[in-house]
């Protein structure tokens, strides 16, 4: 087994390696660790405009490290 317990490979080194054992190019799967952040950005734009164009009221909060949160008056 590719990577198992006590193998010594890190988990993304053994999922890269199953990838390839299974046929597939990994370069053309894997993710781009900036990709999730990128969709996370353009999904909180199209909910901004949504939010405001059936007039829910909320606030944003942001962290040191991640993006903004979503308040709504009931602090849900």
Wanted: proline letters at 1%; hydrophobic letters at 30%.
């Amino acid at each position: 087994m590719v990577g198992g317990e006590g193998s010594g490979l890190s988990d993304c080194y053994a999922a890269r390696e199953v990838v390839i054992k299974a046929g597939f190019n990994y370069e053309n799967i894997r993710e781009d660790r900036y990709q999730s952040s990128r969709y996370g950005l353009i999904f909180e734009k199209i909910l901004d405009e949504l939010l405001k164009e059936i007039g829910i009221h909320y606030k944003k909060y942001s962290h040191k490290q991640w993006n903004p949160d979503y308040l709504s008056n009931n602090n849900v």
